[in-house]
C-alpha cells in the first residue's frame, strides 16, 4: 500500500497528542480493515441506485462504552479499492471529473465531537477531506455491541452508520442530469481494541 499524504500522517500524529488526562477508561482500538466496509449509492438517471463498496485503509478509535465524552477517532479510506461491480465503470468513477484517485488516493476523516443520543445511539461529528476539498458532516451511528470474539482472540467494538453527502461540495460536477447530487453512505465498521497502553500506542492511520 502506498504511503498516506504527508498532510493525513501529520494530523493523526497531532491527535495522538492530545491529553489524556481524565480519559484513562477510554480504550484505544484500530479499525479492522477485513470486517469493515463503506457502501454508496447514487441516483443512475432515474433508472436505479447502483452500489459501490470502499475499504477502510486504516485508521484508530478511542472508546469507553459507559462514557462516550472521550470519544475520536480518525481514518482513511482508500478510494482505489473502489468496487462498482465492473473494471470499466470502476475506472470512469476513479477519474478526475469523480473520485479523482490518481491525485488523492485517499479520503481523510477526522473526528471533532460525539453527540450520545441514547443508551446505543448517537452522532459522529467531524471534518471529511476528499478530493482535496475539507467539509463538516455529521454521522448518525448505533454502538451495536463490544465484546470478546468467540474464540478469546481479541475485544472487538462494532458500530453501523449512515450518512448523506452532496458530492457538488466536494467539487464532483460532472454529468449532473443523469448522475445524482446527494450520495448515501452506509459504514459497517469493527475495531479491535488495543493492548498497550495510552503511552505506547502507535499511529495505525499513518502507516
Known sequence: MSALPAAARLLACAALSWPLTGQAAAHRYRY?????????SVDHD??????????????????DPDDWSHAATELDIDLASLD????EWNAAVLQSAFLDAAHQRYAHFASTSVERTDATHGVLHGQL???????????PFTFNREARTIFGLHTIAGFSATAMLDRTDFGMTS????IGRRVSLWLEVEAIREQRSPAKETDHAAQ
Open 129 to 139: 477531506t476528499l478530493r482535496g476539498v475539507n467539509r463538516g458532516v455529521s454521522i
Open 84 to 87: 462498482m461491480g465492473d473494471s
Open 175 to 178: 454529468n449532473l442530469g443523469s
Open 32 to 40: 479492522d480493515t477485513v470486517h469493515s466496509q463503506i457502501l454508496f
Open 46 to 63: 432515474g433508472y436505479s441506485r447502483p452500489f459501490g463498496r470502499l475499504h477502510i485503509a486504516s485508521g484508530w478509535l478511542r472508546f
